[in-house]
């Protein structure tokens, strides 16, 4: 328990967006990804989530959460639907979502839902649920976390002094609340026990940091084993047993997230955003972006602009 206190205490949570949507006909994408944490409420209707052969319905009152960094099946309604890939559900959002801009009305439209992104970094460093590696989930009639997601979808729609604070304090609890029922409900057991002791390890911890302050620089195992005091042909093999994931893998999502963060916060052009990510080569750069993420970077500033419209 002590050591999950301790997991808690460590997290910085950042709210990222709200909203709340009607949905306009039934879809399915076959490959959704993000590099936030979204937790979807649904008010109405039918939401699935495919993992494998496995299908998890959501009933009115779930809540669907997709950790950062998973790839996830979610059929949207009933029926056979458009089946899209991320890319082609970036492009045409429109047809199947629309924005419900009055807060009288959160929670009573036929087939809706609301949903909220967030990271949760470990130091401020480690994407906490990534980490964990664990799937998307449903949690099941969770009156305390539905009541806390309204509320900050009614903060995003109100002009209220005070609300990014708000809408931050809130985050941070639903959060606490989310790891109280993976816990309470003794979900992802082996995952916790296996991905979360590295926050323990203060050399692991230095090799985080290091990363997040030279993102754009020389990131090689050499480099990472010099600031861990460990051999370079050891540093992998290391850093993979404490977090599961090699640290080439792990400095690329790094990059790529902080790419993310740019194409939405800046206007720099995507060979500039490239190379302060730590690659001297656009082509390279775009191709690994869109394996990663399904869609171009350019699309991907498209997608952020209509979220945001």
Known sequence: MEDYNK???SLNVKFLKAKNFKL????????FYDIENTL????DGDITLKLGDEELKARPGDILFVPAGKQTHIIYGQGEGNLLNNEK???NREKYFQANQDPKLVGNIKNSFSYITFNAKLFDSVNFFTSLNIPAFVIRQNPTVSHLIIEVVLESLANSYGKERIQKIKTELIVIEV??????NSLFVEQLATNSTYFKDPRLLEIFSYIKK?????LSNKMLASVANVSEDYVGQYFKFLTGINPQDYIEYQRMEKAVDLLKTTKKSVREIGKEVGYKDTAYFCRRFKMMFGLPAGKMRKREAIAEG
């Open 7 to 9: 997991i808690i205490e």
């Open 179 to 184: 790891m109280r029922y993976v816990l309470e």
């Open 214 to 218: 030279y993102l754009g620089g020389d």
């Open 24 to 31: 306009l006909n039934p879809f399915s994408i076959s490959n």
């Open 40 to 43: 979807l409420l649904l008010h």
């Open 89 to 91: 559900f970036i492009t």
